[in-house]
């Protein structure tokens, strides 16, 4: 149930809104919404949507994504790049609008209004695996851009996304899928009644090995128990998922240890011993009311996880004997509060809906960062105990001042506070900070089935608190410079979004979005990196075209060009910052018993290093799927990866390192981790 409040143009009926909330699943949130029409597997987002680059993506659409793994089914995100440059296990690489985000920082992401993203996380600030995820039970994708939306609190500057699972099923669900490279999977999942509800539940268990001389042997068990009663207006439900894994780990490997042999081959090792293990363990909760006087929402989440993560990217850089394998621990206990309620109201004698909404979260953390060798411990570098805790507030006010003119205007204010207890005294303390961040959007029309957007908005996220207060590198033992706990962002946007051709609907965007710095944890070394001031320019052209019953395209374009402010003598640029992204995605289905689908995404070069001397190549791939329905309650599919078998890389990084016999300080060089190469998977889905 996602919270859409702050893009309502004018209020309506509040029984006509609950009704078309149980109706279009969970799209009606904390408020009433204006009637809203359907064409075919989309919602539109005429007249409701406060910006070109907010909207919706329908658990039919979902459906018909071919996903190596989970989380590239937020692909389905207009310019979203979801890859991986490690095991499976590991959380994903994102790109979005200019930024190679990492494994999430600046990507606020929600499964059910539970936070993904994991602060001060041992490997990377805003750490978010969705291995977790089942994507049969993903109804609904919501996503936003943009820092210009009340709601949306920390790491939400580039975008945030919400994941809605189901609360029932329409049918039972037995899947049975096979493939190459030791892909297996099993998923059974249904939802009886249960006195007054229903009682959800979905067990998954999978292994894959991928294409690597050392299998990445990835296992996972994962399940979900839900109870729920009523509908997305008013009822509630009670989760608890469990998610257990272990995998080995192909690291990125550099390009000359290919070119030379000494890397015998591109889906090859240099440490063997790399891998993981992590679980995931929540219970969550969700209560919604609505009626006439307005609509309110509570949600409360208690999530357990651990991560024991074993890397080597220098391979023997820092330690010429025993090599440069590290470890990076992370145990937390992550508690978290929602709660809003909207109003219907008047503003100057014009409807207006008023949203008020306060958001608590706390954070038990032990990580720590380790030297090993063959995943056993040879020292520690740092270990650190860490309490993070947050309470935002937030007003939004929704007004629709003529026909042709409507206004989103909303506040937040976020206060946080850091306390670090480290094993070395001089870098433990405390510390917080606060921030106001105004919204502000304006939307004129529609006019020929045509909107126009102005969208106006300060955002942030939260830097690790380790380095909020770290006094010596816990490395070399030098000075070390402190970081600010929360990051200023400000953006600008313009838009359109138009339906002015039949079966079109169409989005266009020019976007500005400014960082006071791009200060970032460096959890592979346990310090901090001073960052400078950037600036992302760019824009987005995203299209959904259903010219007839039986196929859906999407086809989306973007660009975006990201710079520091200052040269600082060594260049603008941001390294991995993308540059240009496109895809198309084709969808068949009503063609008899057959259904299929194509899959094109590509993500251009980018620039490697601040002066643009070293650069990416690019990556396109290809994936698909055809299928046939023996019976309405029968099918089976055929899905392939890679179906041009390129040779491509999922990720590129610049920087030193040392194989055996090179020089003591190492060689600079491209490190890249490969796609998979071409592999198929057949799947028999059993409806009961």
Same mark, same amino acid.
């Given at each position: 149930?996602?919270?859409?409040?702050?893009?309502?143009?004018?209020?309506?009926?509040?029984?006509?809104?609950?009704?078309?909330?149980?109706?279009?699943?969970?799209?009606?949130?904390?408020?009433?919404?204006?009637?809203?029409?359907?064409?075919?597997?989309?919602?539109?987002?005429?007249?409701?949507?406060?910006?070109?680059?907010?909207?919706?993506?329908?658990?039919?659409? #979902?459906?018909?994504?071919?996903?190596?793994?989970?989380?590239?089914?937020?692909?389905?995100?207009?310019?979203?790049?979801?890859?991986?440059?490690?095991?499976?296990?590991?959380?994903?690489?994102?790109?979005?609008?200019?930024?190679?985000?990492?494994?999430?920082?600046?990507?606020?992401?929600?499964?059910?209004?539970?936070?993904?993203?994991?602060?001060?996380?041992?490997?990377?600030?805003?750490?978010?695996?969705?291995?977790?995820?089942?994507?049969?039970?993903?109804?609904?994708?919501?996503?936003?851009?943009?820092?210009?939306?009340?709601?949306?609190?920390?790491?939400?500057?580039?975008?945030?996304?919400?994941?809605?699972?189901?609360?029932?099923?329409?049918?039972?669900?037995?899947?049975?899928?096979?493939?190459?490279?030791?892909?297996?999977?099993?998923?059974?999942?249904?939802?009886?009644?249960?006195?007054?509800?229903?009682?959800?539940?979905?067990?998954?268990?999978?292994?894959?090995?991928?294409?690597?001389?050392?299998?990445?042997?990835?296992?996972?068990?994962?399940?979900?128990?839900?109870?729920?009663?009523?509908?997305?207006?008013?009822?509630?439900?009670?989760?608890?998922?469990?998610?257990?894994?272990?995998?080995?780990?192909?690291?990125?490997?550099?390009?000359?240890?290919?070119?030379?042999?000494?890397?015998? /081959?591109?889906?090859?090792?240099?440490?063997?011993?790399?891998?993981?293990?992590?679980?995931?363990?929540?219970?969550?909760?969700?209560?919604?009311?609505?009626? /006439?006087?307005?609509?309110?929402?509570?949600?409360?989440?208690?999530?357990?996880?651990?991560?024991?993560?074993?890397?080597?990217?220098?391979?023997?850089?820092?330690?010429?004997?025993?090599?440069?394998?590290?470890?990076?621990?992370?145990?937390?206990?992550?508690?978290?509060?929602?709660?809003?309620?909207?109003?219907?109201?008047?503003?100057?004698?014009?409807?207006?809906?008023?949203?008020?909404?306060?958001?608590?979260?706390?954070?038990?953390?032990?990580?720590?960062?380790?030297?090993?060798?063959?995943?056993?411990?040879?020292?520690?570098?740092?270990? /650190?105990?860490?309490?993070?805790?947050?309470?935002?507030?937030?007003?939004?006010?929704?007004?629709?001042?003529?026909?042709?003119?409507?206004?989103?205007?909303?506040?937040?204010?976020?206060?946080?506070?850091?306390?670090?207890?480290?094993?070395?005294?001089?870098?433990?303390?405390?510390?917080?900070?606060?921030?106001?961040?105004?919204?502000?959007?304006?939307?004129?029309?529609?006019?020929?089935?045509?909107?126009?957007?102005?969208?106006?908005?300060?955002?942030?996220?939260?830097?690790?608190?380790?380095?909020?207060?770290?006094?010596?590198?816990?490395?070399?033992?030098?000075?070390?410079?402190?970081?600010?706990?929360?990051?200023?962002?400000?953006?600008?946007?313009?838009?359109?979004?138009?339906?002015?051709?039949?079966?079109?609907?169409?989005?266009?965007?020019?976007?500005?979005?400014?960082?006071?710095?791009?200060?970032?944890?460096?959890?592979?070394?346990?310090?901090?990196?001073?960052?400078?001031?950037?600036?992302?320019?760019?824009?987005?052209?995203?299209?959904?075209?259903?010219?007839?019953?039986?196929?859906?395209?999407?086809?989306?374009?973007?660009?975006?060009?990201?710079?520091?402010?200052?040269?600082?003598?060594?260049?603008?640029?941001?390294?991995?910052?993308?540059?240009?992204?496109?895809? #198309?995605?084709?969808?068949?289905?009503?063609?008899?018993?057959?259904?299929?689908?194509?899959?094109?995404?590509?993500?251009?070069?980018?620039?490697?290093?601040?002066?643009?001397?070293?650069?990416?190549?690019?990556?396109?791939?290809?994936?698909?799927?055809?299928?046939?329905?023996?019976?309405?309650?029968?099918?089976?599919?055929?899905?392939?990866?890679?179906?041009?078998?390129?040779?491509?890389?999922?990720?590129?990084?610049?920087?030193?390192?040392?194989?055996?016999?090179?020089?003591?300080?190492?060689?600079?060089?491209?490190?890249?981790?490969?796609?998979?190469?071409?592999?198929?998977?057949?799947?028999?889905?059993?409806?009961?």
């Amino acid at each position: 149930m996602s919270n859409y409040n702050n893009v309502l143009p004018f209020r309506r009926s509040m029984l006509a809104a609950a009704l078309l909330s149980a109706s279009v699943g969970a799209y009606a949130q904390e408020a009433a919404l204006p009637t809203l029409t359907v064409e075919a597997s989309r919602l539109s987002q005429m007249g409701v949507a406060p910006s070109a680059n907010a909207g919706i993506v329908t658990q039919k659409q #979902l459906e018909a994504r071919t996903v190596y793994r989970p989380g590239e089914l937020l692909e389905a995100t207009p310019g979203l790049i979801v890859s991986q440059h490690s095991g499976e296990g590991k959380a994903n690489q994102f790109y979005l609008r200019g930024f190679n985000l990492d494994h999430g920082t600046d990507l606020r992401t929600t499964v059910d209004g539970m936070v993904v993203n994991q602060r001060s996380h041992a490997h990377g600030q805003g750490w978010t695996d969705l291995n977790f995820m089942i994507p049969e039970l993903a109804t609904q994708l919501e996503y936003r851009k943009g820092p210009y939306y009340a709601s949306e609190g920390d790491f939400a500057s580039a975008g945030a996304l919400r994941v809605r699972y189901a609360d029932k099923l329409e049918q039972g669900i037995a899947n049975f899928s096979l493939g190459q490279n030791g892909y297996r999977r099993v998923l059974l999942a249904d939802s009886p009644k249960l006195g007054d509800g229903r009682l959800l539940y979905a067990i998954e268990s999978f292994h894959n090995d991928g294409p690597f001389l050392r299998g990445d042997d990835y296992t996972k068990l994962n399940g979900v128990l839900r109870y729920s009663q009523g509908n997305s207006a008013n009822g509630f439900q009670v989760s608890a998922m469990a998610y257990h894994a272990t995998w080995n780990a192909t690291d990125q490997i550099p390009q000359r240890g290919l070119a030379s042999g000494v890397v015998p /081959d591109r889906f090859a090792t240099i440490d063997p011993t790399d891998g993981g293990k992590s679980h995931r363990y929540s219970l969550s909760g969700e209560w919604v009311k609505s009626n /006439d006087r307005g609509s309110s929402r509570v949600n409360a989440y208690v999530i357990g996880q651990q991560l024991d993560l074993y890397s080597n990217f220098t391979y023997f850089l820092d330690d010429p004997v025993n090599g440069d394998q590290f470890n990076q621990p992370d145990r937390r206990v992550t508690s978290g509060l929602n709660a809003s309620h909207m109003r219907p109201a008047t503003l100057f004698g014009r409807e207006a809906e008023n949203t008020f909404g306060v958001q608590l979260q706390n954070d038990n953390i032990f990580n720590g960062l380790h030297n090993t060798v063959a995943r056993k411990r040879l020292s520690t570098t740092r270990e /650190d105990h860490i309490v993070e805790s947050n309470i935002g507030l937030y007003f939004d006010n929704a007004t629709r001042w003529s026909e042709h003119f409507r206004t989103v205007a909303g506040v937040r204010g976020d206060y946080y506070r850091f306390d670090v207890k480290s094993h070395q005294p001089v870098n433990s303390g405390r510390s917080s900070d606060s921030k106001v961040s105004p919204k502000l959007n304006l939307i004129f029309g529609p006019w020929a089935k045509t909107e126009y957007y102005l969208n106006f908005g300060a955002g942030f996220h939260s830097n690790d608190a380790r380095g909020t207060t770290i006094s010596i590198d816990p490395k070399t033992g030098n000075p070390a410079e402190r970081v600010p706990p929360l990051v200023r962002a400000k953006g600008m946007e313009v838009g359109l979004r138009s339906e002015i051709i039949r079966g079109l609907q169409s989005s266009f965007s020019v976007y500005r979005l400014d960082f006071d710095s791009e200060l970032v944890f460096v959890g592979d070394a346990g310090t901090t990196e001073a960052g400078r001031p950037s600036r992302r320019t760019g824009f987005e052209f995203s299209n959904y075209y259903k010219p007839n019953k039986w196929l859906t395209v999407d086809a989306d374009v973007a660009y975006a060009r990201a710079r520091f402010r200052d040269a600082d003598g060594v260049g603008q640029r941001i390294p991995g910052s993308v540059e240009g992204v496109a895809s #198309l995605a084709l969808a068949v289905d009503n063609v008899g018993p057959y259904f299929g689908a194509l899959q094109l995404r590509y993500f251009g070069p980018r620039p490697l290093n601040e002066n643009n001397s070293v650069r990416s190549s690019a990556t396109s791939t290809l994936n698909g799927r055809i299928g046939y329905k023996f019976s309405p309650r029968v099918k089976i599919e055929l899905e392939g990866f890679n179906l041009t078998n390129r040779r491509a890389a999922a990720i590129e990084y610049f920087y030193t390192s040392r194989l055996p016999n090179e020089p003591a300080g190492g060689v600079q060089d491209v490190h890249f981790h490969p796609i998979e190469s071409r592999s198929f998977r057949v799947a028999l889905n059993v409806n009961f």
